[in-house]
């Protein structure tokens, strides 16, 4: 089955700073989100974008599926952006093992 | 607008006790619903995965089952809990693409 790889596994960015997540998978998808969990445990959809670039507000993504890889772009983070963050492909959403970001004041 | 609804939030149960974990979905039909479940870390793990009634795809063999007798009803059902079976579930649905996630039942066996 498809493998699906998320690098780094942690982060800790000072506020404000910027950060780059990326995904990885090991063949070509027709599917690919990004979710934000917050401390309490939800998924919260941030995007839906089996190609191309997406924004919205301080997040950005981008896929490149030719190559099999997603990012995920944060701005001018903040501490309510602290999380795990998971990239997760296919129409049975194989998830990777996720990005933990701490944001410190 | 469609919602999911996932109850309940948080359960403590014996070892050996059974188990009925109920997702709802609102406001869409003919959904593919899916049971995922964190354990201690980060993986998220697809449990059990359903394109229609009564049709059930396991994608792990394990202690649970589930069962969807309603199109937009998914259930997940133990007989006997294992304390290995604690975890977070969560259920998901979709229609055609992206997914969405209920608010998950933190599981914990004693």
């Known amino acids: 089955g498809i493998q699906v790889e998320q690098s780094p596994p942690d982060l800790i960015l000072q506020e404000g700073a910027n950060s780059t997540l990326r995904c990885n998978f090991s063949?070509?998808?027709?599917?690919l989100q990004w979710f934000h969990q917050n401390p309490w445990g939800q998924l919260i959809n941030l995007f839906y974008?089996?190609?191309g670039t997406k924004q919205n507000g301080r997040l950005s993504a981008t896929t490149v599926a030719t190559e099999r890889y997603s990012l995920l772009y944060i701005s001018s983070s903040q501490t309510t952006d602290s999380g795990v963050y998971f990239c997760?492909?296919?129409?049975?959403?194989?998830f990777g093992q996720g990005t933990e970001l701490s944001v410190k004041p | 607008s469609q919602t999911i609804h996932q109850w309940p939030a948080t359960l403590v149960q014996p070892v050996g006790s059974p188990l009925s974990l109920e997702c709802t979905v609102e406001?869409?039909?003919?959904?593919?619903l899916y049971w995922y479940r964190q354990a201690a870390g980060r993986g998220l793990q697809l449990l059990f995965y359903?394109?229609?009634?009564?049709?059930i795809s396991s994608e792990v063999p394990q202690n649970l089952s589930a069962s969807r007798p309603q199109d937009r009803q998914f259930i997940l059902s133990s007989k006997k809990l294992l304390l290995s079976d604690s975890g977070f579930y969560l259920c998901?649905?979709?229609?055609?693409?992206?997914?969405?996630f209920g608010q998950g039942t933190r599981l914990t066996v004693v």
């Open positions: 997760a492909v296919e129409g049975k959403l194989i």
């Open positions: 974008i089996p190609s």
């Open positions: 359903s394109v229609g009634i009564g049709q």
């Open positions: 063949d070509s998808v027709n599917n």
């Open positions: 406001g869409t039909s003919n959904p593919n």
């Open positions: 998901a649905w979709s229609v055609q693409s992206e997914a969405f």
